[in-house]
């Protein structure tokens, strides 16, 4: 084998641990799109019954891989090493990635591993690789193992949901889904989705007429729950006020306007083809220079790259002048962002809701939001103030995948175990958070109310849009923490 062919069967050569990132680098050769991870648990149960592991699929689409416990260690409670086996995938637009059949691209860069135009999927590729990397390593000491390895975790936690009562064995449960090092996850917001439609009423283009695309770009995008409150742009919302002001300063006509990829990521770009009378396109290029220019100042660093360009396109229908007025008023007026911040947890977002995606054609439209929540009543709260506001107009909405919070549990005893192995190991005390994004572990709780629960895991940067990467030295700093917690749960 050359040397080409074997950094492109094992791209992380040389870092540690070899056995997580040899079971990373796996993974990226899979395409693992939420609701398609057929290939990779083909591939897992393979890799699990030639090392003898006991394995299955539950009713929910789940993996199950389960090892014995260390001779000595057979009357130690049992251990369950959670992560989900699917990523967001994102792209940028000059991309031509095709997440249903290309591998991942990976880079290493200094101290980091990252994919430049796509989502990496450490999140939580990373996670799943410790678990492997565990079942694989029969020099550990542990009690009964048991790898749960979800489905559908980043498009509604439907693995997860519909995950039997009667499936896991363990009383220990480790999720490997967290994205700070150091900082042990005790609790996280429940949320729900927001789906808006309404059928339109399509008009022919107008003649005379010029059609023009006006495309943003430039956003930072990010993870809904955990950038919400840093006040990054959303491009939907913005796009969504500069058609608003224009259509104020000359006759605009609406074709399309589509934004985001992920109900679950923050939108970073958005586009939309409208018509204009001729006279009126040196005014529309005036305008957008204004308008970036403006939105640069009030993004100032945050998010102040965006580019908002047009160019001449064609257009064969457009939104009649009742779709274009309602659509345009309510995405201008539909909450984004932070909506209430704890109060027991200063700093900490409590309730938020993410514009994450919209498609509207002449014919239809919808848009989605994600409501997240750590007080499920404020949760139901504002998703019912968005069905309200787009009630006004007659537009259908519909909640679903809805998921509890996970409660924090500061008596837990495998809290305590955390902070005394995490000391021991790396000399200082860890710090401790409530996240404001959806963990399986709330599920989980309500299904197995006596689980101990605790979350972990390496750093992950920009989780959910291009550019993903993970820390390389906090993978091995999560792989020592793992090791030393399976020795001393006894």
Same mark, same amino acid.
């Given at each position: 084998?050359?040397?080409?062919?074997?950094?492109?069967?094992?791209?992380?050569?040389?870092?540690?641990?070899?056995?997580?990132?040899?079971?990373?680098?796996?993974?990226?050769?899979?395409?693992?799109?939420?609701?398609?991870?057929?290939?990779?648990?083909?591939?897992?149960?393979?890799?699990?019954?030639?090392?003898?592991?006991?394995?299955?699929?539950?009713?929910?689409?789940?993996?199950?891989?389960?090892?014995?416990?260390?001779?000595?260690?057979?009357?130690?409670?049992?251990?369950? $090493?959670?992560?989900?086996?699917?990523?967001?995938?994102?792209?940028?637009?000059?991309?031509?990635?095709?997440? !249903?059949?290309?591998?991942?691209?990976?880079?290493?860069?200094?101290?980091?591993?990252?994919?430049?135009?796509?989502?990496?999927?450490?999140?939580?590729?990373?996670?799943?690789?410790?678990?492997?990397?565990?079942?694989?390593?029969?020099?550990?000491?542990?009690?009964?193992?048991?790898?749960?390895?979800?489905?559908?975790?980043?498009?509604?936690?439907?693995? +997860?949901?519909? %995950?039997?009562?009667?499936?896991?064995?363990?009383?220990?449960?480790?999720?490997?889904?967290?994205?700070?090092?150091?900082?042990?996850?005790?609790?996280?917001?429940?949320?729900?989705?927001?789906?808006?439609?309404?059928?339109?009423?399509?008009?022919?283009?107008?003649?005379?007429?010029?059609?023009?695309?006006?495309?943003?770009?430039?956003?930072?995008?990010?993870?809904?729950?955990?950038?919400?409150?840093?006040?990054?742009?959303?491009?939907?919302? $913005?796009?969504?006020?500069?058609?608003?002001?224009?259509?104020?300063?000359?006759?605009?006509?609406?074709?399309?306007?589509?934004?985001?990829?992920?109900?679950?990521?923050?939108?970073?770009?958005?586009?939309?083809?409208?018509?204009? /009378?001729?006279?009126?396109?040196?005014?529309?290029?005036?305008?957008?220079?204004?308008?970036?220019?403006?939105?640069?100042?009030?993004?100032?660093?945050?998010?102040?790259?965006?580019?908002?360009?047009?160019?001449?396109?064609?257009?064969?229908?457009?939104?009649?002048?009742?779709?274009?007025?309602?659509?345009?008023?309510? %995405?201008?007026?539909?909450?984004?962002?932070?909506?209430?911040? !704890?109060?027991?947890?200063?700093?900490?977002?409590?309730?938020?809701?993410?514009?994450?995606?919209?498609?509207?054609?002449?014919?239809?439209?919808?848009?989605?939001?994600?409501?997240?929540?750590?007080?499920?009543?404020?949760?139901?709260?504002?998703?019912?103030?968005?069905?309200?506001?787009?009630?006004?107009?007659?537009?259908?909405?519909?909640?679903?995948?809805?998921?509890?919070?996970? +409660?924090?549990?500061?008596?837990?005893?495998?809290?305590?175990?955390?902070?005394?192995?995490?000391? /021991? *190991?790396?000399? !200082?005390?860890?710090?401790?958070?409530?996240?404001? +994004?959806?963990?399986?572990?709330?599920?989980?709780?309500?299904?197995?109310?006596?689980?101990?629960?605790?979350?972990?895991?390496?750093?992950?940067?920009?989780?959910?849009?291009?550019?993903?990467?993970?820390?390389?030295?906090?993978? *091995?700093?999560?792989?020592? $923490?793992?090791?030393? %917690?399976?020795?001393?749960?006894?």
């Amino acid at each position: 084998m050359t040397n080409a062919s074997q950094q492109q069967d094992f791209p992380f050569r040389g870092l540690k641990p070899e056995s997580v990132w040899k079971h990373f680098a796996a993974l990226c050769r899979i395409p693992r799109q939420s609701k398609h991870e057929g290939p990779v648990k083909d591939y897992l149960r393979k890799w699990a019954t030639g090392q003898g592991l006991v394995n299955f699929i539950d009713a929910g689409g789940n993996l199950v891989i389960r090892k014995p416990a260390s001779p000595g260690r057979e009357n130690a409670p049992g251990i369950i $090493l959670q992560a989900h086996l699917d990523m967001v995938c994102q792209k940028n637009d000059s991309s031509t990635h095709d997440f !249903s059949r290309d591998p991942i691209h990976a880079t290493v860069r200094g101290n980091l591993v990252l994919s430049e135009n796509t989502t990496l999927g450490a999140d939580d590729g990373i996670g799943v690789a410790l678990a492997l990397a565990v079942l694989d390593d029969n020099s550990l000491v542990h009690g009964p193992l048991e790898a749960l390895l979800t489905v559908d975790e980043e498009e509604g936690m439907g693995g +997860a949901n519909k %995950l039997a009562t009667d499936v896991l064995q363990g009383k220990i449960l480790l999720n490997l889904d967290s994205e700070t090092w150091g900082d042990f996850c005790l609790g996280c917001a429940g949320g729900m989705d927001v789906l808006v439609r309404r059928a339109g009423h399509p008009e022919t283009f107008p003649a005379g007429w010029q059609a023009v695309q006006i495309d943003i770009t430039g956003l930072r995008g990010g993870h809904s729950g955990i950038n919400i409150h840093e006040g990054r742009g959303n491009a939907i919302k $913005l796009l969504a006020r500069i058609l608003h002001s224009l259509q104020n300063r000359f006759p605009v006509c609406l074709s399309t306007l589509t934004g985001g990829t992920a109900r679950n990521a923050l939108p970073r770009e958005a586009s939309a083809i409208i018509g204009v /009378q001729p006279q009126n396109t040196a005014s529309l290029n005036d305008l957008l220079q204004q308008w970036q220019t403006l939105i640069r100042q009030e993004l100032a660093g945050v998010d102040e790259n965006i580019r908002i360009g047009w160019k001449p396109v064609t257009a064969g229908q457009i939104m009649s002048s009742d779709d274009q007025r309602v659509w345009l008023h309510s %995405l201008h007026a539909a909450p984004h962002g932070i909506w209430r911040m !704890s109060v027991s947890a200063p700093g900490s977002p409590e309730t938020s809701n993410n514009l994450g995606t919209v498609n509207l054609q002449p014919d239809s439209g919808s848009c989605t939001f994600m409501v997240r929540s750590t007080i499920e009543s404020a949760c139901h709260a504002l998703a019912e103030e968005i069905a309200s506001l787009f009630a006004l107009s007659g537009i259908q909405i519909r909640k679903e995948n809805a998921y509890p919070g996970w +409660a924090p549990d500061l008596s837990s005893p495998l809290l305590a175990l955390c902070r005394k192995i995490y000391k /021991q *190991e790396f000399g !200082s005390e860890p710090a401790t958070h409530i996240i404001h +994004a959806g963990l399986e572990c709330g599920i989980l709780k309500s299904k197995y109310p006596d689980l101990d629960i605790i979350s972990f895991g390496p750093t992950i940067h920009s989780p959910h849009a291009p550019g993903e990467s993970v820390e390389i030295d906090t993978v *091995e700093n999560c792989w020592r $923490l793992l090791k030393a %917690l399976l020795n001393a749960i006894e």
